[in-house]
């Protein structure tokens, strides 16, 4: 079975920046469809951004839209999620999830459809 690994995450001032990636091993990379939730304490865990495949179709939650970008690099098997302009609402453990059925969409956003998960990485924003 593959394995997803975060890093990146941090403690970061309101209106900061930070870069987390996911780094896949014992996965044909290109076969997934990947994207990141959060859960925060005492929330469910939430759709933050999808991505297929090859990178071409991305898909945003509205509370990150604009200020958020996914990205990969299926030659290194990464993903990257850059977060701009942080807000303390976005304070929460990010997670990177696989999907090996529909590596073709980027919208899937429940993550009772993604088969394969990360540790998570803490992200907090904070004055």
């Known amino acids: 079975h593959g394995q997803l690994v975060e890093s990146g995450g941090g403690t970061v001032q309101p209106g900061g920046s930070l870069t987390l990636s996911c780094v896949a091993s014992?996965?044909?990379?290109?076969?997934?469809?990947m994207a990141w939730f959060r859960q925060a304490p005492g929330k469910e865990r939430e759709f933050v951004a999808a991505i297929n495949w090859s990178g071409a179709l991305t898909n945003y939650a509205d509370a990150v839209k604009g200020r958020f970008t996914i990205s990969r690099d299926n030659d290194k098997s990464t993903m990257d999620l850059q977060m701009t302009g942080l807000i303390v609402e976005d304070t929460a453990v990010y997670h990177c999830a696989a999907e090996s059925w529909n590596p073709t969409t980027a919208r899937l956003t429940n993550p009772s459809q993604y088969d394969s998960w990360g540790q998570g990485t803490q992200v907090t924003v904070s004055s």
């Open positions: 014992g996965f044909n990379f290109r076969n997934l469809a």
